[in-house]
């Protein structure tokens, strides 16, 4: 019997989840014993919905430890970068403490983050979908939601294997409606794909120069008219503290907005690609080399070498070439 040639959805490639013949292989993967079927149920939701919900995956002990990281980084001498869409990239320690401020790939200097970005139930749902070791190569702390409009994260996040990332959000306390909480299209990674550039420099990232903000806004409200066109209504986020949300590299999601203007919606947000893929950042920095992180996991930085966790107890300091102040630590 022919077996049915083996197709991705998106033009540009993808993980084995990814294509016609997912039900196949992942029956042989549980078959095998590659994957367990409590695992494979995991798998199967996600590739329906687009996210998989962990809840109580982070434990508190982690949790609190963060917790006091975070608080140390906006100490002067601390090593943690920080960004708001005002200031730009500088010292975490430089912003105001206004809730919008937010911290540069956190699981470099704080330990505890790096744990809770490979906690078991992430690290294993991870290698099981990408088929070799996953690596975390951009993470943010955020005190409030981006309030950013919905997007899929292939747009911007750019790496060697556009379809071939995953992220993790994990809620550092409770969130409730009106906080910015995140929210979603559920199936919204099955979308007809939209394709930026031209004819021969087809890509599936945005660029500015090349593309416009006419492009850009067509990319945005055809995720919004797609769901209006399927029936689809946006889901929220409203986690528990230690509960994660995995998503698919191309699940449409966003910030709400903010109603309720002294919540806080702490959480830290890590970007993932297998090993084997390399993030467009190794274009402009020289020190690209993944770092092992616990039992099967590794991170990257386009700010920091994290090799540097090698050579001292100190905070890793970044890399040159950021435009920072002279370190006053």
Do not use: C
């Not at 294509?19 to 029956?27: I, S, V």
């Not at 950013?148 to 911007?156: G, K």
């Not at 087809?202 to 995720?223: A, E, I, T, V, Y």
């Amino acid at each position: 019997m022919e077996t049915e040639e083996r197709t991705y959805h998106s033009q540009f490639g993808g993980n084995w989840i990814d294509t016609n013949r997912f039900a196949e292989d992942l029956a042989e993967r549980i078959d095998d014993g590659r994957i367990a079927p409590e695992l494979g149920e995991r798998i199967e939701s996600f590739v329906e919905k687009g996210y998989l919900i962990l809840r109580g995956a982070v434990p508190e002990e982690l949790l609190a430890a963060i917790d006091d990281e975070v608080e140390s980084a906006w100490e002067p001498g601390s090593g943690f970068l920080g960004r708001n869409p005002k200031m730009g990239l500088k010292w975490a320690h430089q912003f105001p403490a206004d809730g919008r401020r937010r911290i540069v790939d956190p699981i470099v200097n704080a330990p505890s983050a790096q744990l809770a970005a490979f906690v078991p139930e992430i690290r294993d749902f991870l290698a099981a979908i990408f088929d070799e070791a996953p690596m975390a190569f951009q993470s943010l702390f955020f005190e409030r939601g981006s309030q950013q409009r919905i997007h899929q994260d292939t747009a911007y996040v750019v790496v060697s294997e556009p379809v071939r990332i995953a992220a993790a959000w994990i809620a550092l306390e409770d969130v409730e409606e009106g906080n910015g909480e995140l929210v979603y299209y559920p199936g919204s990674h099955r979308f007809e794909e939209f394709v930026f550039g031209v004819p021969g420099d087809q890509s599936k990232s945005w660029n500015q120069g090349r593309d416009g903000q006419p492009m850009h806004q067509d990319f945005l409200n055809g995720l919004d008219e797609k769901a209006a066109a399927r029936g689809i209504e946006v889901e929220r986020f409203l986690p528990k503290r230690g509960d994660v949300l995995l998503w698919h590299a191309d699940l449409a999601h966003g910030g709400s907005k903010q109603t309720n203007e002294e919540a806080t919606r702490r959480s830290i947000v890590v970007h993932y690609m297998p090993l084997s893929v390399e993030p467009n950042y190794i274009k402009f920095t020289d020190h690209f080399k993944p770092y092992p992180v616990g039992d099967g996991g590794y991170m990257s930085s386009r700010h920091y070498d994290p090799f540097g966790l090698d050579q001292s107890e100190r905070p890793v300091l970044p890399v040159e070439g950021l435009g920072l102040d002279p370190f006053d630590g």
